[in-house]
């Protein structure tokens, strides 16, 4: 009796709640991961997805044709309880202004899906949802009624798109090319005038680039007129199309990316589209202010940024890691150090950012200007934010990273190893090239993939040093010297910062700050686990130094 | 013999060689020692550096302004004649002078000559008695003994040809007016020029009395006339002689400073019906000096005792009241009566010369003194500063002139613009407060960091809230409770919520979780307090079941049971959400809020901030203090189950306190990046500087100030050294932060090294 009365006491105080509420917390954690994730996969995949058109009937006799966004339950003005309202993607933005509609569920009269609803993808203005009306060509009929002109819509499209070829290589390549000589000429002219004493051959100099500068001038206008010539080619061809309120609107075949009909399409025509709208976001320039298109320039402003960044910070961290580990005589000095390092860890990135700012720009960058750029200014090409000074700044925050797991990795080599490899003969540089840091190599590849994983993923020091909405030409070129280290740049995770609430029109541009964040998680995530995974192999391949 | 003697041969070849390799090795040796010292010099430098840099942006802050050394420039043709107004253009080149025989001088004070001169032509007998130069326009007038008022204005004319400098300075006569017919002498005035042709002037005639005068500009209208319409006005039965005049606000009121130290305020909307609206006791003594700052809102009034201060329209300190001249700044007293005074055109900084000779350089709004020193013998008659800023030309009672070169770049910083309460112009008391920009000229930064601070701390401490308790606790449940098996699961994901970029989180929180709050606001709250209260009711229950039941289902996997609970507590509250909202709060939260508890609720508010900054926050206090629960050593663990403690009781008893100080440093690392935390605040929050804990709403970190004001911040420009201080403060926060928690580890490291 009383030994049962005892354990119930026992069981009273072991606590069990309080572990409970233990797990909760592990539990709240675990939510909070697995909702975000499944909250950026959800909405970050499916915006690919070609969803249906569907027309809505209102019993005021309005109608409107779009895909279903969201429901939300609203309370009712007069307190009588909630109603449920549909948030409809209308596009046709310069129609009707916005791109978004909310409809009172009790307002709808019918919903239809008609096949024949047709969406464009614009080069501006965003998607087109209507009914096509007719083709023509310089007022010259070619199709009339929906199905006729979708049927002739691929050959002219191709016409178009070939002619569309061409002015995109003239733009990008001959006039980029023009343009990019006029500069190089200017800039000659530019520091031969500002020579102290000119020479008769620098005045016979400047007229002879004078020449150049006509001819290339006569070529350009030469090439706008070719150019001018095939617009006008390629616009010949409009698409006549009908809101399905009734507005009819013209739109150039042109202007025309792509376009589908969502309700008469099987899924493996979705899926098609899925992948091809998917190919368009890895692979191509933003257009639209960034709100549509897709993210290459960003993806290779943070691919270029991060492996400059790599180039700087692994010699650097693995020197020092060397020096506080092997070189430097332990003691409060190296203690000291050893807190100042764990201390820059720790330093707010903004804080880098501030001081790539100050120092990489304005201090070394100025100095590179007036030294070799003088013939610019005061037009900064050093002097101010680009990749190269985003980079350093990027690596100067995540040095103590790779300090830090480098100098693991070179605790962990065993004593007996260096002794052995200093009693065969060997010199101190020679023990630590040959047998310590190879052993060490794991952790120091840990330490750079977790500082790529760092670095991928930051912004704020980068909207200091030169990260930019619209970088207009990448860091990479065909033109000389071809790595453009003063370039401003794009990066994945300013994108969403910019897009996302600097953009115009928030609501429309939210699919693609959603796929961009699922990008960036997608990089970010990959790095870090191929660190766990990498780690692991090294360890195994070199666990024989541990002997 | 000869076998060995080849022998040896080859051994000494060889031993050549090899100390060729040797000494090649050895040199090798030295080459990498050498990189590597300097590779560890290198850290040691990038740290000062950085310290440095920091040092050499933001002195100048801190520093007093730079006056002087001064040039005499006395021009050769004044012949005695006394100069009664000068100014200069804005190159600090050409002075304009007036003097007392009414002829305007353009001097070229750098090359000391004349380039040209004009004169206003004045009648037989007549002589100027006083002169009136306006705030921060090139308008001058004079008033004669002979009632007339002659207003000019000065242009310089500066044009450049290739790259020189060329000015045709010329003078044009804007009004001449004859103040009253019986044409008394005018021995004190303001003109004041508004729009296009509008003009008001005050003058005190030798009778003590204010004339008063206005001209509207023809209007272009159907019914009015073409002649523009002149009214006139008298100001009389003032308490004593007026000695100071000053037309402001928009040349509705007029300022008058008497000798019995009053300030006199008059509408003049209507000059022929002015009407006295306020009076105030500006000084007990004279009123020798008052005029105007930039902005011709504050007023500086000196005396003739060389006191100094600074009076502005403001309300009642509560904010009630009627706007009434208030002085708002007590400012460095000169040792005599204040003579001459010239108001910078850039800032709230203002020169001002007294009877002893003696000038100061001083800043109206943090009261600072940037300058003092005796630069004459005599009294200082007149003052200008150029307009940008960067010189002032100082005429003495003997006709003397001398230009002085003035470094004053930044006036508005200091100690107390950061750190203290600043009684800004217009504001009704002193208060902290940062705006860094404003749409006019006349706009003056208000740098107060206070706002910015406490920004920081709030959103520091709200993340924290909830963030500490749950990584805490988390910590505790996966290293001493949670199964092996899931732990290898759980906790390097936990890890990878650490690498997730905070521009994600910051775009979750701001675009996707603060307006899904707003409407489910109470739902949410219920949550936050259900969640616990059915966790501990579960555990009861789940006591209550038959042990074989509690054995299968929960082996170390809690957590699992309780996240389809969570789900359902989160589904049931957001559904009730609207029913709490309509029986608790009359049917609207927010606006219950803001009517019962006078609390208004910002969309993005620190309450979200908190919760998001959890993403960032929780992984980091949980690897590490996860890290300091796992390495107690087992020996502990053990001897206490083994003395029949529950394992709760092992935890809380022993685990927890040998791992406190690593859970202390996991915390103050959490504490660290919390507060250095730049994306996440800056898109969760409205990024609004105001001073207030309310949970609803938003604040401004420092972190996101930089972020957001570093762009438009001219290099080497005031904002630019002071968000470079801003960061400096951020680091040291941080820097102390971490530090202590390096300090705990460090010696946690040595106590678990010896158990």
């Given at each position: 009796?009383e030994?049962?009365?005892k354990t119930?006491?026992?069981?009273?105080?072991d606590?069990?709640?309080?572990?409970?509420?233990?797990?909760l917390?592990t539990a709240?954690g675990?939510?909070?991961?697995?909702g975000?994730?499944i909250?950026?996969?959800s909405?970050?995949?499916?915006?690919f997805?070609?969803s249906?058109?569907?027309q809505?009937?209102?019993k005021?006799g309005?109608?409107?044709?779009?895909?279903?966004?969201?429901q939300?339950?609203?309370k009712?003005e007069d307190?009588?309880?909630n109603?449920?309202?549909l948030?409809i993607?209308?596009?046709?933005?310069?129609?009707y202004g916005l791109?978004f509609?909310?409809?009172?569920?009790?307002d709808?009269?019918?919903i239809?899906?008609?096949d024949s609803?047709l969406?464009l993808e614009?080069?501006?203005?965003?998607?087109?949802?209507?009914?096509?009306?007719?083709?023509?060509?310089?007022d010259q009929l070619?199709?009339?009624?929906?199905?006729?002109?979708i049927?002739a819509?691929p050959?002219?499209?191709?016409?178009?798109?070939k002619?569309?070829?061409?002015?995109n290589?003239?733009?990008?390549?001959?006039?980029?090319?023009?343009?990019?000589?006029t500069d190089?000429?200017?800039l000659?002219?530019?520091s031969?005038e500002?020579?102290?004493d000119?020479?008769d051959?620098?005045?016979q100099?400047?007229?002879k680039?004078?020449?150049?500068?006509?001819e290339?001038h006569?070529?350009?206008?030469?090439?706008e007129q070719?150019?001018i010539?095939?617009r006008?080619?390629?616009?010949?061809?409009i698409?006549?199309?009908?809101?399905?309120s009734?507005e009819?609107?013209?739109?150039?075949?042109?202007d025309?990316v792509r376009?589908?009909?969502?309700?008469?399409?099987?899924v493996?025509?979705k899926?098609?589209?899925?992948?091809a709208?998917?190919?368009e976001?890895?692979?191509d320039?933003?257009r639209?202010?960034?709100m549509e298109?897709?993210?290459l320039p960003?993806?290779f402003?943070?691919?270029?940024?991060?492996i400059?960044m790599?180039?700087?910070?692994?010699?650097?961290?693995?020197?020092a890691?060397?020096?506080?580990?092997e070189y430097?005589?332990?003691?409060?000095?190296v203690?000291?150090?050893?807190?100042?390092?764990?201390?820059?860890?720790?330093?707010p990135?903004?804080v880098?950012?501030i001081?790539?700012l100050?120092?990489?720009?304005?201090v070394i960058?100025?100095s590179?200007?007036?030294?070799?750029?003088?013939?610019?200014?005061?037009?900064p090409?050093?002097?101010?934010?680009?990749i190269l000074?985003?980079?350093?700044?990027?690596?100067?925050l995540?040095?103590?990273?790779?300090?830090?797991?480098a100098?693991e990795?070179?605790?962990a080599?065993?004593r007996?190893v260096?002794?052995g490899s200093?009693?065969?003969?060997?010199t101190?540089?020679e023990t630590?090239?040959?047998?310590v840091?190879?052993?060490a190599?794991?952790?120091?590849?840990?330490?750079?993939?977790l500082a790529?994983?760092?670095?991928?993923?930051?912004?704020?020091p980068?909207?200091?040093?030169?990260?930019v909405k619209?970088a207009?030409?990448?860091?990479?070129?065909?033109?000389?010297?071809y790595?453009?280290l003063?370039?401003?740049?794009?990066h994945?995770?300013?994108?969403?910062?910019?897009?996302?609430?600097?953009?115009p029109?928030?609501?429309?541009?939210?699919?693609m700050?959603?796929?961009?964040?699922?990008?960036?998680?997608f990089?970010v995530?990959a790095l870090?686990?191929?660190a766990?995974?990498?780690?692991k192999?090294?360890q195994?391949?070199?666990?024989?130094?541990?002997l | 013999?000869?076998?060995?003697?080849?022998?040896?041969?080859?051994?000494?070849q060889m031993s050549f060689q090899?100390s060729?390799?040797?000494?090649k090795r050895k040199f090798?040796?030295?080459?990498?020692?050498?990189?590597?010292?300097a590779?560890?010099?290198?850290i040691?430098?990038s740290?000062?550096?950085?310290?440095?840099?920091?040092?050499?942006?933001?002195?100048?802050?801190?520093?007093s302004a730079?006056v002087?050394p001064?040039?005499e420039i006395?021009p050769s043709?004044?012949?005695?004649?006394p100069?009664?107004?000068?100014?200069?253009?804005?190159?600090e080149k050409i002075?304009?002078?007036l003097?007392l025989d009414?002829?305007?001088?353009?001097?070229?004070?750098?090359?000391?000559?004349?380039?040209?001169t004009?004169?206003?032509a004045l009648r037989?007998g007549?002589?100027i008695?006083?002169?009136w130069r306006?705030?921060?326009?090139?308008?001058?007038?004079?008033g004669t003994?002979q009632?007339?008022?002659?207003?000019?204005?000065?242009?310089?004319?500066?044009?450049f040809?290739?790259?020189e400098?060329s000015?045709?300075?010329t003078?044009?006569v804007?009004?001449?007016v004859?103040?009253?017919?019986d044409a008394?002498?005018?021995?004190n005035?303001?003109?004041?020029?508004e729009?296009e042709?509008?003009?008001?002037i005050?003058a005190?005639s030798?009778?003590?009395?204010?004339?008063?005068?206005s001209?509207?500009?023809?209007?272009e209208?159907f019914?009015?006339?073409d002649?523009?319409?002149e009214?006139f006005g008298v100001?009389?039965g003032?308490p004593?002689s007026p000695?100071?005049?000053?037309i402001?606000?928009g040349?509705?009121?007029?300022?008058?400073?008497?000798e019995s130290g009053?300030?006199?305020k008059?509408?003049i909307?209507d000059?022929s019906?002015?009407?006295r609206?306020?009076e105030?006791?500006?000084?007990h003594?004279?009123i020798?000096?008052m005029?105007?700052?930039?902005g011709?809102?504050s007023?500086v009034?000196?005396?003739?005792l060389?006191?100094l201060s600074?009076w502005?329209?403001?309300f009642?300190?509560?904010g009630?009241?009627?706007?009434?001249?208030?002085?708002?700044h007590?400012?460095?007293?000169?040792?005599s009566?204040i003579?001459s005074?010239?108001?910078?055109?850039?800032?709230?900084?203002?020169?001002?010369g007294?009877e002893?000779?003696?000038?100061s350089?001083?800043h109206a709004t943090?009261?600072r003194?940037l300058?003092?020193n005796?630069?004459?013998?005599?009294?200082?008659?007149?003052?200008?500063?150029t307009?940008k800023?960067?010189g002032?030309?100082?005429?003495?009672?003997v006709n003397?002139?001398?230009?002085?070169?003035v470094?004053?770049?930044h006036?508005?910083?200091?100690f107390s613009?950061?750190?203290g309460?600043?009684w800004?112009?217009?504001?009704?008391?002193?208060?902290y407060?940062?705006?860094?920009?404003?749409?006019?000229?006349?706009f003056?930064?208000?740098?107060?960091?206070?706002?910015?601070i406490?920004?920081?701390?709030?959103?520091?401490i709200?993340?924290?809230l909830?963030a500490?308790?749950i990584?805490v606790?988390?910590a505790?449940y996966v290293s001493q409770f949670?199964?092996?098996?899931?732990k290898?699961?759980?906790?390097?994901?936990?890890e990878?919520?650490?690498a997730l970029p905070s521009?994600?989180?910051?775009?979750?929180?701001g675009l996707?979780?603060?307006?899904?709050?707003q409407?489910?606001?109470?739902?949410v709250?219920?949550?936050?307090l259900?969640?616990p209260?059915?966790?501990?009711?579960?555990?009861?229950l789940?006591k209550k079941?038959p042990e074989?039941?509690?054995?299968?289902?929960?082996?170390?996997?809690?957590?699992?049971v309780l996240?389809p609970?969570?789900l359902?507590i989160g589904?049931?509250?957001i559904?009730?959400?609207?029913?709490?909202?309509a029986?608790l709060f009359g049917?609207?939260?927010?606006?219950w809020?803001?009517?019962?508890a006078?609390?208004s609720?910002?969309?993005?508010?620190a309450f979200?901030?908190?919760?998001?900054?959890?993403?960032?926050?929780?992984?980091?206090?949980?690897t590490i203090?996860?890290?300091?629960?796992?390495?107690v050593p087992?020996s502990?663990?053990?001897a206490?189950l083994?003395?029949?403690?529950t394992?709760?009781?092992?935890?809380?008893?022993?685990v927890?306190?040998?791992?406190?100080?690593?859970?202390?440093?996991?915390?103050?690392?959490g504490l660290?990046r919390?507060?250095g935390e730049?994306?996440i605040?800056?898109m969760?929050?409205?990024?609004t500087p105001?001073?207030?804990?309310?949970?609803?709403?938003?604040?401004?970190?420092l972190s996101?100030?930089?972020?957001?004001e570093?762009?438009e911040?001219?290099?080497?420009?005031t904002?630019?050294?002071?968000?470079?201080?801003?960061a400096?403060?951020?680091?040291?926060m941080t820097?102390i932060?971490?530090?202590g928690?390096e300090?705990?580890r460090?010696?946690?490291?040595?106590?678990?090294g010896?158990?």
């Amino acid at each position: 009796m009383e030994k049962s009365k005892k354990t119930k006491k026992y069981k009273q105080s072991d606590g069990h709640i309080w572990i409970w509420l233990t797990a909760l917390s592990t539990a709240i954690g675990l939510f909070m991961i697995g909702g975000l994730l499944i909250l950026i996969l959800s909405n970050g995949l499916g915006i690919f997805w070609p969803s249906h058109l569907q027309q809505f009937k209102l019993k005021n006799g309005s109608i409107y044709l779009g895909e279903e966004w969201e429901q939300e339950k609203v309370k009712n003005e007069d307190g009588s309880g909630n109603s449920e309202r549909l948030r409809i993607k209308i596009a046709n933005r310069d129609i009707y202004g916005l791109d978004f509609k909310w409809i009172d569920k009790a307002d709808i009269e019918s919903i239809i899906e008609p096949d024949s609803a047709l969406v464009l993808e614009r080069m501006a203005w965003g998607q087109f949802y209507g009914f096509a009306s007719k083709l023509t060509d310089n007022d010259q009929l070619l199709a009339a009624g929906n199905s006729a002109v979708i049927a002739a819509l691929p050959k002219y499209m191709d016409e178009v798109g070939k002619l569309q070829e061409k002015i995109n290589r003239i733009e990008k390549v001959e006039i980029k090319d023009i343009s990019y000589q006029t500069d190089a000429l200017r800039l000659q002219q530019k520091s031969i005038e500002q020579k102290e004493d000119k020479t008769d051959s620098d005045n016979q100099d400047i007229v002879k680039i004078d020449a150049q500068l006509q001819e290339l001038h006569e070529q350009f206008s030469e090439t706008e007129q070719q150019l001018i010539k095939l617009r006008t080619e390629a616009n010949r061809y409009i698409l006549e199309m009908l809101a399905v309120s009734g507005e009819p609107k013209s739109i150039l075949l042109a202007d025309i990316v792509r376009y589908f009909q969502p309700n008469d399409m099987n899924v493996l025509q979705k899926s098609g589209l899925y992948i091809a709208r998917l190919w368009e976001f890895l692979s191509d320039a933003p257009r639209e202010a960034n709100m549509e298109g897709g993210v290459l320039p960003a993806i290779f402003g943070t691919v270029l940024m991060v492996i400059i960044m790599s180039i700087a910070v692994v010699p650097l961290g693995v020197l020092a890691a060397v020096y506080l580990r092997e070189y430097a005589k332990q003691g409060l000095f190296v203690r000291v150090l050893r807190i100042a390092v764990n201390n820059l860890a720790g330093v707010p990135s903004i804080v880098y950012g501030i001081f790539g700012l100050g120092f990489f720009v304005y201090v070394i960058g100025g100095s590179i200007d007036r030294l070799f750029f003088a013939e610019s200014l005061p037009n900064p090409t050093y002097g101010t934010g680009g990749i190269l000074w985003a980079s350093l700044t990027l690596a100067l925050l995540t040095v103590p990273v790779v300090i830090v797991t480098a100098e693991e990795g070179l605790a962990a080599v065993p004593r007996s190893v260096r002794e052995g490899s200093l009693a065969l003969g060997a010199t101190k540089f020679e023990t630590l090239w040959r047998v310590v840091l190879p052993s060490a190599s794991p952790s120091i590849f840990t330490g750079l993939i977790l500082a790529v994983a760092r670095a991928a993923g930051e912004v704020a020091p980068l909207m200091v040093t030169g990260v930019v909405k619209l970088a207009p030409s990448l860091p990479i070129d065909g033109y000389f010297p071809y790595i453009h280290l003063e370039r401003k740049f794009m990066h994945l995770g300013f994108h969403i910062y910019d897009v996302g609430f600097q953009s115009p029109n928030v609501e429309a541009a939210l699919p693609m700050v959603y796929a961009t964040t699922l990008l960036l998680i997608f990089i970010v995530v990959a790095l870090n686990l191929s660190a766990v995974f990498l780690r692991k192999r090294l360890q195994q391949r070199f666990a024989v130094t541990h002997l | 013999m000869k076998k060995k003697a080849s022998a040896q041969q080859k051994h000494d070849q060889m031993s050549f060689q090899e100390s060729q390799q040797w000494r090649k090795r050895k040199f090798f040796d030295r080459i990498a020692r050498w990189i590597v010292n300097a590779g560890g010099g290198l850290i040691i430098a990038s740290v000062l550096g950085l310290l440095l840099l920091f040092v050499v942006v933001i002195w100048p802050l801190w520093q007093s302004a730079k006056v002087g050394p001064a040039q005499e420039i006395t021009p050769s043709f004044l012949a005695n004649k006394p100069i009664i107004a000068i100014s200069s253009d804005e190159y600090e080149k050409i002075a304009h002078i007036l003097t007392l025989d009414g002829v305007v001088h353009f001097y070229d004070f750098e090359a000391k000559k004349e380039l040209a001169t004009d004169s206003i032509a004045l009648r037989s007998g007549e002589a100027i008695k006083s002169v009136w130069r306006s705030t921060n326009t090139e308008n001058f007038a004079f008033g004669t003994n002979q009632g007339r008022v002659v207003q000019y204005t000065v242009k310089f004319n500066t044009r450049f040809n290739e790259g020189e400098r060329s000015y045709a300075p010329t003078i044009s006569v804007l009004n001449q007016v004859e103040m009253s017919p019986d044409a008394p002498e005018i021995t004190n005035l303001a003109v004041v020029t508004e729009g296009e042709g509008n003009v008001v002037i005050a003058a005190v005639s030798s009778a003590n009395t204010i004339l008063l005068y206005s001209k509207q500009a023809a209007e272009e209208s159907f019914f009015a006339e073409d002649e523009p319409s002149e009214v006139f006005g008298v100001i009389d039965g003032l308490p004593a002689s007026p000695t100071q005049l000053d037309i402001g606000e928009g040349a509705q009121a007029l300022f008058v400073g008497l000798e019995s130290g009053q300030i006199l305020k008059y509408a003049i909307n209507d000059v022929s019906q002015p009407e006295r609206i306020e009076e105030v006791q500006g000084t007990h003594n004279a009123i020798t000096m008052m005029d105007f700052l930039l902005g011709e809102r504050s007023l500086v009034v000196g005396s003739e005792l060389g006191e100094l201060s600074i009076w502005f329209e403001a309300f009642n300190p509560d904010g009630t009241g009627a706007r009434k001249l208030r002085q708002a700044h007590e400012m460095t007293a000169h040792a005599s009566a204040i003579s001459s005074f010239s108001a910078s055109q850039r800032n709230r900084s203002f020169l001002v010369g007294s009877e002893d000779g003696t000038l100061s350089l001083q800043h109206a709004t943090n009261e600072r003194l940037l300058w003092q020193n005796k630069v004459s013998n005599s009294a200082i008659k007149l003052i200008s500063m150029t307009p940008k800023g960067t010189g002032a030309l100082i005429v003495d009672a003997v006709n003397e002139v001398h230009f002085f070169p003035v470094e004053n770049p930044h006036p508005e910083t200091g100690f107390s613009a950061f750190f203290g309460k600043i009684w800004y112009e217009g504001y009704s008391k002193p208060d902290y407060i940062w705006q860094s920009s404003g749409g006019s000229d006349d706009f003056e930064p208000k740098l107060s960091l206070i706002p910015l601070i406490f920004g920081t701390i709030k959103g520091t401490i709200y993340a924290l809230l909830f963030a500490l308790p749950i990584a805490v606790l988390a910590a505790i449940y996966v290293s001493q409770f949670m199964h092996w098996s899931v732990k290898s699961i759980v906790k390097p994901s936990m890890e990878i919520m650490a690498a997730l970029p905070s521009v994600v989180i910051g775009f979750i929180g701001g675009l996707w979780l603060a307006p899904r709050i707003q409407p489910i606001l109470p739902g949410v709250l219920s949550a936050i307090l259900l969640t616990p209260a059915v966790a501990i009711l579960f555990s009861i229950l789940w006591k209550k079941l038959p042990e074989h039941i509690q054995r299968r289902l929960t082996a170390g996997s809690e957590a699992f049971v309780l996240l389809p609970i969570i789900l359902l507590i989160g589904y049931f509250c957001i559904a009730i959400s609207h029913s709490i909202e309509a029986w608790l709060f009359g049917g609207d939260f927010q606006l219950w809020l803001q009517t019962s508890a006078n609390v208004s609720y910002d969309q993005r508010n620190a309450f979200v901030v908190g919760l998001v900054m959890g993403f960032a926050v929780i992984p980091i206090i949980f690897t590490i203090a996860e890290d300091a629960l796992t390495n107690v050593p087992r020996s502990l663990t053990a001897a206490s189950l083994a003395l029949g403690a529950t394992p709760w009781q092992t935890a809380w008893h022993i685990v927890l306190p040998s791992a406190s100080p690593g859970i202390f440093s996991a915390a103050m690392i959490g504490l660290g990046r919390a507060v250095g935390e730049t994306m996440i605040v800056l898109m969760a929050t409205g990024n609004t500087p105001v001073m207030d804990w309310n949970i609803f709403n938003g604040f401004r970190t420092l972190s996101a100030n930089i972020a957001v004001e570093i762009p438009e911040a001219p290099m080497g420009g005031t904002l630019f050294r002071t968000l470079f201080f801003a960061a400096l403060l951020l680091f040291g926060m941080t820097f102390i932060v971490n530090t202590g928690a390096e300090l705990v580890r460090q010696r946690v490291n040595k106590k678990y090294g010896k158990i």
